[in-house]
């Protein structure tokens, strides 16, 4: 079931969402080689509270940790530990954050110093596929629509789209209705309707799109190709798509 929002809940969820992408900066600014991905961890947790918010997925389905830290042949869902970033190293940070009871859930791809050019192309056409699939949810379109421009443009640049993970609904849950694939046809599936709230989040590899998902439920391309991640949650509404998880979104400043 599909669980539209009021303005009133997309107030409390744009506090949300600015919390984890706040959160995603600060992480963003500690990558370097020779930081441990534990540390990283231990920041994110910090600060989130620090904010009056709540870790996401810290517990959830028995997840370990705060954030998720994926490096390089990772898809998503690597657990943090004692993993130290080495030079040329790209790693995926997922951040959630539970604020007043609404979920802000962002994601994105970092180099570790300087990496190879092939890698740094991976990073920024994933981010601007996000940006294409943000663009593709107006109210009145399709979620097919979305999966399409993100695939569309993937595979222009010689990419692919994981198919096995896709984005979701989000609200007082981190997983709700709909299902938002990275691929589909314009016109089909779910039509968007003012007040739903999705979490838009192409996942690519360099090489296949296969994937193997391990039993701690860590995913990996299957020929062990680079992959990157980008996430934003993003509002459904009459003016347009709207990104929750912007670091800057609904500041004090602005309100």
Do not use: W
């Not at 089909?188 to 193997?212: D, F, H, K, W, Y």
């Not at 996430?231 to 347009?240: I, K, L, N, Q, R």
């Amino acid at each position: 079931m599909i669980i539209l929002k009021s303005k009133e809940d997309l107030a409390i969820m744009a506090m949300a969402g600015r919390i984890a992408g706040k959160c995603l900066t600060m992480l963003g600014e500690l990558i370097k080689p020779g930081i441990y991905t534990r540390d990283l961890d231990k920041a994110a947790e910090e600060f989130i509270r620090s904010e009056g918010a709540i870790p996401t997925f810290k517990g959830y389905n028995g997840f370990p940790c705060s954030i998720c830290t994926s490096i390089n042949e990772v898809v998503v869902h690597g657990i943090p530990g004692d993993v130290r970033l080495e030079e040329g190293d790209i790693i995926s940070i997922d951040v959630g954050a539970t604020f007043q009871g609404f979920v802000g859930d962002t994601a994105a791809t970092f180099p570790v110093g300087k990496v190879s050019k092939q890698a740094e192309r991976l990073i920024e056409v994933t981010r601007e596929a996000l940006n294409k699939g943000i663009e593709a949810a107006q109210e009145g379109a399709h979620i097919g629509d979305i999966g399409y421009a993100i695939e569309t443009f993937v595979k222009k640049h010689g990419f692919s789209v994981v198919k096995d993970y896709a984005g979701h609904g989000v609200g007082r849950s981190m997983h709700e209705d709909p299902i938002v694939p990275n691929y589909g046809r314009p016109g089909t599936g779910q039509v968007l309707r003012s007040g739903m709230v999705i979490a838009i989040e192409p996942m690519v590899n360099i090489g296949g799109s296969e994937v193997i998902t391990y039993p701690d439920m860590h995913v990996v391309t299957k020929d062990r190709s680079l992959s990157a991640h980008f996430e934003h949650t993003v509002a459904v509404t009459e003016d347009g798509p709207v990104r929750l998880t912007e670091a800057l979104y609904c500041t004090n400043e602005e309100e």
